[in-house]
T-cell receptor, first 115, second 114 residues
Framework: ETGVTQTPRHLVMGMTNKKSLKCEQH?????MYWYKQSAKKPLELMFV???????ENNSVPSRFSPECPNSSHLFLHLHTLQPEDSALYLC??????????????FGPGTRLTVT | AQSVTQLGSHVSVSEGALVLLRCNYS??????LFWYVQYPNQGLQLLLK??????LVKGINGFEAEFKKSETSFHLTKPSAHMSDAAEYFC????????????FGAGTRLTVKP
């Protein structure tokens, strides 16, 4: 595997379900990100992890819970979601640290549908 | 706070014609700017980035962008469009130097007509 991988690619879940999205990067990076991409809206940054420490949480509802066990893996745990949470969820990674314009590398995304 | 605005949510060109996708930025400090492309059912792929070196930046697939401070612009161009260029394009600015917080524009969908 190369680059950034995400599983599953598609997920349909009911509002009472619990599921998890998985992201893995094979680039040796130390920063990882979750984004939400909804139709007709700009990409929304949800969470940032830098060297496994969460450094950003953009007022994301608690029904979304991130986990970063190591610098290569990132999870997004989902529970009691709402239909408006249906979107493409993108994972990205970059070199870690601060103050440098590191570009981010994106995975293919998980298309989530909440019924 | 840093932000970008993409002018035109949809651009249509003929194959072989010039591609021009517009992006204006707002930044209180010298900005770091990026262009990404997203093909259907895929993630975003970096086309090019501006990091205060040369103002004309060349990227992949024949694209380039010019940083113009006086116009606060970072427009993306390609001399001759190919059918394979049809995709959504996003301009982005590094919002926070502390955590690589990147802010994206709303995107421009490029259609290429035969």
């Amino acid at each position: 595997e190369t680059g950034v991988t995400q599983t599953p690619r598609h997920l349909v879940m009911g509002m009472t379900n619990k599921k998890s999205l998985k992201c893995e990067q094979h680039l040796g990076h130390n920063a990882m990100y979750w984004y939400k991409q909804s139709a007709k809206k700009p990409l929304e940054l949800m969470f940032v992890y830098n060297f496994k420490e969460q450094t950003e949480n953009n007022s994301v509802p608690s029904r979304f819970s991130p986990e970063c066990p190591n610098s290569s893996h990132l999870f997004l745990h989902l529970h009691t979601l709402q239909p408006e949470d249906s979107a493409l969820y993108l994972c990205a990674s970059s070199q870690g640290g601060t103050g440098q314009p590191y570009e981010q590398y994106f995975g293919p995304g998980t298309r989530l549908t909440v019924t | 706070a840093q932000s970008v605005t993409q002018l035109g949510s949809h651009v249509s060109v003929s194959e072989g014609a010039l591609v021009l996708l517009r992006c204006n930025y707002s930044s209180s400090v010298p900005p770091y700017l990026f262009w990404y492309v997203q093909y259907p059912n895929q993630g975003l792929q970096l086309l090019l980035k501006y990091t205060s070196a040369a103002t004309l930046v060349k990227g992949i697939n024949g694209f380039e962008a010019e940083f113009k401070k006086s116009e606060t612009s970072f427009h993306l161009t390609k001399p001759s469009a190919h059918m394979s260029d049809a995709a959504e394009y996003f301009c982005a600015v590094l919002h926070s130097y502390n955590n690589n917080d990147m802010r994206f524009g709303a995107g421009t969908r490029l259609t290429v007509k035969p």
